[in-house]
């Protein structure tokens, strides 16, 4: 099992362009969710999904879109990039609200 | 959401325990108590969870007051791979509005000395 991949790993854009980061996992797995990481700070959420076809808004979803069209997949979207958005993007999925998240390796993405 | 309080950082030797605090005084009963470790540049990884009792698995140990309102993760001989931010975190296990998700503090940087 390769776990959680996440796509791309390091990414800058232009303030106004838009990208799109992709999270897979292959554990059958029907809650994903996607964080950020600012220097120094943990990790806070930006949308969730409990299976394929539903989203939810975390602490921290202005700025960001997210879709899960296949249970495996969880994208997240930027439509115009802002400079605070410069973070580091993980992904993480879990079968149930029991058990552990599982968390990818991060996208680290700089906004100029 | 309950919240969690642990120290800054702590410090520790290669091969001695390790003790790590976490004071979660407004737990609920439904909440589970998580442990995550964070190594550099790295995503979180799972360490422990438990909800009443002790736990104890291959990487730690979670020692869980009997009222609840804090608990200790226990590493038994520190390794220089064991130096990491460790975060304390209560998971809702109900199907209400938190679904599951997991709410990270600052957590403790852990330094291993040689």
């Known amino acids: 099992n390769a776990g959680v991949t996440q796509t791309p790993k390091f990414r800058v854009l232009k303030t106004g362009q838009s990208m799109t980061l992709l999270c897979a996992q292959d554990m059958n797995h029907e809650y994903m969710y996607w964080y950020r990481q600012d220097p120094g700070m943990g990790l806070r959420l930006i949308h969730y999904?409990?299976?394929?076809?539903?989203?939810a808004k975390g602490e921290v979803p202005d700025g960001y879109n997210v879709s899960r069209l296949k249970k495996q997949n969880f994208l997240l979207g930027l439509e115009s990039a802002a400079p605070s958005q410069t973070s580091v993007y993980f992904c993480?999925?879990?079968?149930?609200?029991?058990?552990?998240?599982?968390f990818g390796p991060g996208t680290r993405l700089t906004v100029l | 959401d309950a919240k969690t309080t642990q120290p800054n950082s702590m410090e520790s030797n290669e091969e001695e325990p390790v003790h790590l605090p976490c004071n979660h005084s407004?737990?609920?009963?439904?909440?589970?108590i998580h442990w995550y470790r964070q190594l550099p540049s790295q995503g979180p990884e799972y360490v422990i969870h438990?909800?009443?009792s002790n736990v104890n698995n291959r990487m730690a140990s979670l020692a869980i007051a009997e009222d609840r309102k804090s608990s200790t993760l226990i590493l038994h001989r520190a390794t220089l791979r064991d130096a990491a931010v460790y975060y304390c975190i209560l998971s809702r296990s109900d199907r209400g509005s938190t679904l599951g998700r997991l709410y990270f503090g600052r957590g403790t940087q852990l330094t291993v000395w040689p």
């Open positions: 999904s409990v299976g394929e076809g539903t989203t």
């Open positions: 438990g909800l009443t």
């Open positions: 407004t737990i609920s009963g439904t909440d589970y």
């Open positions: 993480a999925s879990r079968r149930n609200t029991y058990n552990e998240q599982f």
